[in-house]
């Protein structure tokens, strides 16, 4: 192969190249973005049984995988509350994956409910509704939230970490 030909194929790769990058570029692939996890039963469960509980939720949310019937979370996801009364009944104490006791939130998360008068979380005096672990910015909207217990310590509610990013609550409804 002379040095022109071989300059030439050279030349042609690099003008390939170039197609590609521009082509990838007003062309952009789709990447996949925040999962809007809907819950479909008050119960607290975490268990098989085809449905999505908000604890459930919270765990895909939290860990970006399926659990039960609730799809994979997928960075700052989206939960979704319709109206009812999701009362925490798992019983635990320090444990920090929201598998008993608190719910447990560790990634960035909305949970929006259908309105503050009809979406209620309690957590029936078994330990704080939300143990939130940052940084990290979580948002939620037309929930009532109630019924927790810090066990004697601070924020029976929701209690935000030395670190969290932010927490935001909004009422629209």
């Known amino acids: 192969m002379t040095p022109v030909r071989l300059l030439v194929i050279i030349r042609l790769l690099l003008a390939a190249l170039l197609v ?19 819950v479909t039963t008050t119960a607290d469960e975490n268990n098989n049984d085809g449905d999505c509980s908000l604890r459930e939720a919270i765990i895909a ?6 659990v039960d019937a609730c799809p994979l979370g997928n960075g700052a996801d989206t939960i979704d509350l319709p109206a009812g009364d ?15 006791g608190d719910l447990n939130i560790t990634d960035d998360v909305t949970i929006t409910g ?11 005096g078994i330990d704080r509704v939300s143990y939130i672990y940052g940084p ?26 030395t670190a969290v990013g932010g927490y935001r ?4 409804r």
Request: glycine share 12%; aromatic share 4%.
């Open 20 to 38: 590609a990058g521009l082509a990838l570029t007003v062309w952009p692939v789709p990447i996949a973005g925040a999962a809007a996890i809907s």
């Open 61 to 66: 949310a939290n860990e970006d995988r399926t």
């Open 86 to 100: 999701y009362a925490l009944s798992i019983v635990g104490i320090n444990e920090t994956t929201a598998r008993t």
């Open 114 to 124: 259908a309105s503050r008068l009809s979406t209620t979380i309690d957590a029936r």
């Open 136 to 161: 990290i910015d979580v948002h939620s909207s037309d929930v009532k939230i109630t019924g927790g217990d810090s066990q004697g310590f601070v924020g029976g509610g929701i209690y935000l970490s």
């Open 169 to 172: 609550t909004e009422q629209r």
